[in-house]
């Protein structure tokens, strides 16, 4: 079993950053393919972010304002999160999994942190 542990959600104004972690409880972490999602009020749960190796992918929303990383050795990922947008207000979530998928099939998620951008 694998639990997932997000931080670093908060109030941020628009233009603002913030940086989400997931720490994650497994000795294989390297090995798994991790993802954000964000689900925002009244919307579906969405694609944010997923990286794995060295290849990482992103939802055109969020290109060349968010990057996501990885620290093996601390058993995290990161999202950094810059230029922020009122839109991008949302729970976010970290994901797990064998591979990467753009959609909800991650074997593992985390309760999600609160992101909320004011205008």
């Known amino acids: 079993q694998v639990q997932l542990v997000e931080s670093g959600g908060g109030l941020v104004q628009a233009g603002g950053s913030l940086r989400l972690s997931c720490a994650a409880s497994?000795?294989?972490?390297?090995?798994?393919?991790m993802g954000w999602f964000r689900r925002a009020p009244g919307k579906e749960r969405e694609f944010v972010a997923a990286?794995?190796?060295?290849?990482?992918y992103y939802a055109d929303s969020v290109k060349g304002r968010f990057t996501i990383s990885r620290d093996n050795a601390k058993n995290t990922v990161y999202l950094q999160m810059n230029s922020l947008k009122p839109e991008d207000t949302a729970v976010y979530y970290c994901?797990?999994?064998?591979?990467?998928?753009?959609?909800?099939?991650?074997?593992?998620w985390g309760q999600g942190t609160q992101v909320t951008v004011s205008s």
């Open positions: 497994v000795r294989t972490f390297s090995s798994y393919a």
């Open positions: 990286r794995s190796g060295g290849s990482r």
């Open positions: 994901a797990a999994g064998a591979k990467i998928t753009y959609g909800l099939g991650y074997d593992y």
